[in-house]
């Protein structure tokens, strides 16, 4: 753990899905895939929040497959999560128990390219400014990636399962950042929607 992470809002990548919608056979990897700008999804998703926070961690499957030198090479922390088939929440553990001493977390997914800069910048300003809990929303719907501050730790460690961080906000108040981005609405489910319209 490095000192200056205690003032820190650091990014989590959640990296360590196996994509099963989109190949059920598992041979093509989603996050592998090229997106209709030109980069690979999980290349694209942790750019974004790499421009945006200093100290990025990726829950991977596995250190050595694609993914995880992709990640790595751009510079994020990785950490191996043996339970990712248990879901997201397991995953967003994995991430936690290692950045848990941070000031607040925003958290991506690896499937989600189209975020924009400008969007990570309004969460993590948000969170510096006092707010628990905030989340991007585009034209009334809410989107990803998700902040919360310090001040939930204790109930995001006990998250396990695919629930994921999303129970959470159902039972505590969210400062709504309203932004022009219709990438956090944007996913890679199919292979389809490596070439439609983020809008």
């Known amino acids: 753990m490095q000192p200056q992470q205690h003032d820190q809002i650091v990014g989590i990548l959640l990296a360590a899905g196996k994509g099963v919608r989109f190949d059920p056979t598992g041979v093509q990897n989603k996050l592998l895939q090229t997106t209709i700008a030109g980069d690979k999804v999980v290349v694209a998703a942790a750019t974004a929040l790499l421009s945006v926070l200093p100290v990025v961690t990726a829950v991977v499957r596995n250190a050595d497959d694609a993914v995880a030198i992709e990640l790595a090479s751009l510079g994020c922390k990785l950490v191996v999560c043996p339970d990712a088939d248990k879901g997201m929440g397991a995953s967003l553990v994995c991430a936690l128990e290692q950045n848990q001493h941070a000031a607040g977390w925003i958290i991506g997914l ?12 309004a969460l993590t300003d948000q969170l510096r400014n006092g707010a628990d809990i905030v989340a991007p929303f585009y034209k009334g719907e809410r989107g990803n990636p998700v902040g919360f501050g310090k001040k939930h730790i204790a109930e995001l460690l006990q998250l396990g399962g695919d629930q994921g961080a999303r129970a959470l906000l159902k039972i505590h108040p969210v400062t709504k950042v309203e932004v022009n981005d219709p990438g956090i609405h944007y996913d890679i489910d199919t292979s389809a929607d490596l070439i439609s319209s983020e809008d």
Do not use: K, R
Not at 110 to 121: E, H, R
């Open 110 to 121: 690896g499937d989600m390219p189209g975020i924009q800069t400008a969007t990570i910048a």
